[in-house]
């Protein structure tokens, strides 16, 4: 099977059982072996008490970009460490971009970049995520 179809077919069936990334409203732009495109929209009940979003939110969103890049290889991939760093505030009703690009990759351990833009294309958050690769194939 051609490695950007396996890819697909493996965020596919992640996304018809992550009810989380569903409530978010993740949309997949765009997805390979290692790199991944998502859009979303903030909605109302996204928000904190400051009226702008909860920072959980674009930690998830950038979450399920690291999901999805780092599992298309075909191994089930999972978190091992993560931060964030929040650059713009964020509001309802924008509507979000996140690429997910890899920095390495090795049998063990695959780190990733993710940014998070708004729709004036304003850097909004940054991402950096290290998965651990188990032995483990995802079966389609």
Do not use: P
């Amino acid at each position: 099977m051609d490695k950007d179809l396996l890819a697909k077919k493996i965020v596919d069936k992640m996304m018809t059982e992550d009810k989380f990334s569903q409530w978010l409203g993740i949309q997949v732009v765009s997805v390979k072996q290692g790199h991944c495109i998502l859009k979303m929209k903030i909605r109302e009940e996204m928000v904190n008490g400051f009226k702008i979003a909860h920072g959980g939110i674009a930690f998830s969103f950038a979450d399920s970009a690291l999901a999805f890049a780092s599992n298309g290889y075909g191994r089930l991939s999972v978190a091992l460490e993560c931060s964030i760093s929040f650059a713009v505030a964020v509001n309802i009703n924008d509507e979000l971009t996140c690429e997910a690009k890899e920095l390495s990759l090795t049998n063990k351990t695959g780190t990733y970049h993710i940014e998070i833009s708004n729709q004036k294309n304003e850097k909004v958050a940054f991402f950096k995520g290290t998965v651990y690769r188990t032995s483990k194939e995802w079966s389609i």
